[in-house]
């Protein structure tokens, strides 16, 4: 009996000072899914056992996350193994990911073979964010942003139901449009919304808000820079057609001019890659313009500048700079006036400037005049040039130039005003026009009072259509700009506008027998992409007694300019469309169809849908 005692308490001794076993060890957790809010806890349990499963007291235990894509927090060890071989922690994260620990007993260099796995979950969402939102954009060409509802800490989060997210400019003062709304379905956790267009060149911070299902806070973009399809690269500043390093008086003072004349430049439309190259004059005075620096531009008209007399000085240029280029031009200006020489350029550059500047007061006085320095006086051939295209200049204007307003990064850098080439170049006016249409149903899948043009609904003639510029609100404003009446199937088209925006309007009244018996169709749609394509777009509401055209019904504001128009349209060339404008990639064309129908068991319709023909159409 005593010595079975002794080997008892050998066998307790041993047991003391025992090694664990990796594989007879256990790591667990509990429990294995807890939510990312970094305030709740799983508790991983390590127990160390020996190879006869016995367990081993006083040991350094040490726990680490060995795999995931989390960032738990780890406390420290409740202490060193028990007497039952236990040491335990807490793990809390506030990223949502699956992470795996592994416990190593640090005392006698085991890491325990079995792991634990706690799942961290998102938690309930609310707020929005962005996962792709561009820095950058080009004007006029849709852009893409994946709006993502997540919880407080920033993980995903599946929302209970549907819920509409809706963009809208934070900041910029250009204009957004197209598809700006998308759906978080219930389940889901983001959407992307890929057609949002933005214009003119600038800086934009973009908001999206939730509406209709979860409440969620708004997130805002980072600043977005938008610059113009076109890039403008100075080439060669004189081409021989300039004066370099003469004075004149500027704004009072003498002053040397670093160059005056023509300035050549090589314009890309950075959509179709299509290249000009251009021959310029410098629009504003005294402007830096590096050779070889890329600048974004917005191709503008004369008349589009205010307060510049921009229009005269396009006369000058459209006469006696273009036929050095482009023979097949008819100037007013005798070859004798053409620019052909270095102070011709330099003249020319001279008259521009003070017409634009001083209005054309003349070079003795003013903020451009002849230089006052008697020891360095303006090149007297260069003035006799300027005082000569001046006095040509007198009571004339044209609005048959490209002004090109040019800009770094989005930042102002300086205008350019240079002719209109016969080259297929791009374009400064546009058109905006297209059908009124029988909201009527006609034909296989044609349905009535649904605002689309669909199966074989006609055209109606005779229907007058007029056109306004819209107001910051869109609403149709001033004067009218032009009117003119559909075709035998429906067609019109308003030819010669200025890059802007635009309302067009169905004169109900002036049209007479035409809309005998219609009214408004129900139903209206504000996508102007090809993504509403045949869709309705007028508003439904007759315009008020205050308004231009009381009675009349108005289109959404639709917005031309250069780089503006979509591309890609599967509808065949309608009638009236010239062929040679619609196949130029610049030109840009809004179609509006406006969809009607007559009376029937006193239901009857009349609906807009501005539709887009090959290169825009707004119907």
């Known amino acids: 009996m005593p010595l079975m005692v002794a080997l008892l308490l050998l066998g307790g001794n041993a047991f003391a000072d025992g090694v664990a076993s990796a594989e007879q060890s256990s790591v667990s957790a509990s429990p294995t899914s807890v939510t990312a809010d970094g305030s709740t806890t799983s508790t991983i349990t390590v127990t160390l ?44 994260s506030t990223t949502a990911a699956a992470d795996v620990f592994t416990a190593t007993d640090t005392s006698d260099s085991v890491t325990v073979t079995q792991t634990a796995t706690v799942t961290f979950t998102a938690g309930a969402a609310t707020k929005l964010a962005y996962t792709t939102v561009p820095s950058v954009g080009t004007v006029g060409t849709a852009f893409s942003v994946t709006v993502q509802s997540q919880d407080a800490n920033g993980n995903p989060a599946n929302l209970s139901s549907d819920t509409t997210i809706t963009l809208s400019k934070a900041s910029g003062s250009g204009t957004l449009n197209g598809t700006l709304t998308g759906t978080i379905a219930s389940g889901a956790n983001n959407v992307t919304i890929s057609t949002p267009i933005y214009s003119p060149a600038g800086t934009m911070t973009l908001t999206a808000t939730a509406s209709g299902g979860v409440t969620l806070t708004p997130v805002t973009s980072g600043y977005i820079v938008f610059t113009d399809p076109y890039t403008i690269v100075v080439a060669t500043p004189g081409n021989n057609l300039g004066v370099w390093n003469f004075y004149i008086n500027k704004n009072g003072s003498p002053g040397n001019v670093d160059y005056a004349g023509v300035i050549a430049i090589t314009l890309t439309d950075t959509i179709t ?9 410098c629009a504003q005075l005294f402007t830096d313009i590096s050779p070889g620096t890329q600048y974004g531009t917005t191709i503008l008209s004369p008349a589009a500048v205010p307060d510049m007399n921009l229009p005269r000085a396009a006369w000058l240029v459209d006469n006696a700079l273009l036929p050095v280029d482009n023979a097949n031009y008819v100037s007013q200006l005798p070859p004798s006036d053409w620019v052909t020489n270095a102070a011709q350029g330099a003249g020319l550059q ?40 001046e006095t040509l200049s007198v009571g004339k204007a044209s609005d048959s130039a490209y002004v090109y307003n040019n800009n770094l990064s989005g930042t102002p850098a300086q205008m350019l005003l240079g002719p209109i080439y016969t080259d297929s170049g791009p374009s400064t006016t546009f058109s905006i026009g297209n059908r009124v249409f029988n909201d009527n149903g006609a034909g296989t899948g044609g349905i009535a009072n649904n605002g689309i043009q669909d199966g074989t609904e006609p055209g109606i003639a005779n229907v007058l259509m007029d056109i306004y510029a819209a107001d910051g609100s869109g609403n149709p404003t001033g004067s009218l700009v032009a009117t003119t009446i559909t075709d035998a199937n ?17 004169d109900v009244f002036g049209s007479g027998a035409a809309l005998n018996g219609m009214i408004t169709s129900t139903g209206w749609n504000t996508v102007l992409t090809l993504a509403g394509d045949l869709h309705d777009h007028g508003i439904d509401a007759v315009m008020g007694a205050s ?29 009236r469309e010239p062929m040679d404008q ?3 990639p610049a030109t840009t064309w809004w179609w509006i169809l406006a969809s009607l129908t007559r009376r029937r068991r006193q239901r009857c319709w009349r609906g807009w849908a501005p539709m887009w023909t090959l290169m825009a159409k707004f119907g």
Do not use: C, H
């Open 49 to 92: 056992n020996d190879v006869d499963n016995n367990p081993v007291s006083g040991k350094t235990v040490t726990l680490a996350k060995t795999s995931g894509s989390g960032s738990p927090t780890i406390s420290a060890a409740s202490g060193p193994s028990s007497d039952s071989g236990v040491v335990t922690f807490t793990v809390t």
């Open 273 to 281: 890659s299509s290249f000009w190259n251009r021959d310029t004059m």
């Open 350 to 389: 001279l008259a521009m400037w003070d017409i634009i500047i001083d209005g054309g007061d003349g070079f003795s006085l003013g903020n451009v005049a002849a230089s006052g320095d008697a020891n360095n006086p303006t090149p007297s051939d260069v003035l006799s040039w300027a005082i000569t295209y």
């Open 490 to 506: 429906g067609y019109y088209r308003f030819d010669g506008l200025p890059a802007g925006t635009y309302v067009v309007v169905v």
């Open 547 to 575: 308004s231009v055209l009381p009675g009349g019904i108005a289109s959404v504001p639709v917005t031309v300019g250069i780089g503006l128009q979509p591309t890609g349209e599967p509808s065949p060339v309608q009638a």
């Open 582 to 584: 619609v196949a130029t």
